[in-house]
Each structure stands twice: as C-alpha cells, then as structure tokens.
C-alpha cells in the first residue's frame, strides 16, 4: 500500500472530503506529506473501484468519502504490517547497541 493509499484510509475512518484529507495528512505527517489534488483524486478513484472507500454525499459541491468494511480490514492489516516492521526495526537498533 502506497503512503496516499494508508493516510486516505486513516482519514476516512471518520466521513471527509478531499481537501479535508489533504489537511489532515499534512497534520499528521507534521507538513511532511503534501498531498497534490491529481494524486489525492486519482487515488480516491481508485480506492472507490476497488471497494475500499464509497461516496457518501455531495455537499457544496464537495464530495464526501468513507471507508467501507473491506477499506477497514485492508487499514487494519496494513497498521499491522507497520507496527511489525516498527518493532524489528526497534529491535535491530537495540542490539546494534548492544555490541
């Protein structure tokens, strides 16, 4: 999973729209994710073809994603996958400091 694909999904746990996930990547990554709209709009696309996220509404022309059940066991799988590589990272370092 790409990082746009993993912050999308984070975001959209709770109904959004694309401006507002660019807001909330960028906060979350402290600016260091900057989402671009072709990025950001290609990706929503995508994940809506594949059942990840739905459209929920329009609201002044702004359209309103949320993450379906499948886009949760995939966001779920891939914090898992994260937090794993997280630890043996963490692990790796503590015995590098050990010898």
């Not at 990554?29 to 989402?35: A, F, Q, R, V, Y």
């Given at each position: 999973?790409?990082?746009?694909?993993?912050y999308?999904?984070?975001?959209?746990?709770?109904?959004?729209h694309?401006?507002?996930?660019?807001?909330?990547?960028?906060?979350?990554?402290n600016?260091?994710?900057?989402?671009?709209?072709g990025?950001?709009?290609?990706?929503?696309?995508?994940?809506?073809?594949d059942?990840?996220?739905?459209?929920?509404?329009?609201?002044?022309?702004?359209?309103?994603?949320c993450?379906?059940?499948?886009?949760i066991?995939?966001?779920?799988?891939?914090?898992?996958?994260?937090?794993?590589l997280?630890?043996?990272?963490?692990?790796?370092?503590?015995?590098?400091?050990?010898?």
């Amino acid at each position: 999973m790409t990082e746009t694909g993993f912050y999308i999904l984070l975001c959209l746990r709770e109904e959004a729209h694309g401006y507002s996930i660019v807001k909330k990547t960028e906060q979350l990554t402290n600016g260091e994710i900057k989402l671009s709209p072709g990025t950001l709009y290609g990706s929503l696309s995508k994940m809506e073809k594949d059942g990840l996220i739905r459209f929920v509404r329009e609201e002044e022309k702004r359209k309103i994603y949320c993450i379906t059940d499948l886009g949760i066991q995939v966001l779920e799988l891939e914090m898992k996958r994260i937090e794993r590589l997280y630890n043996s990272m963490m692990e790796a370092k503590n015995e590098e400091h050990k010898d």
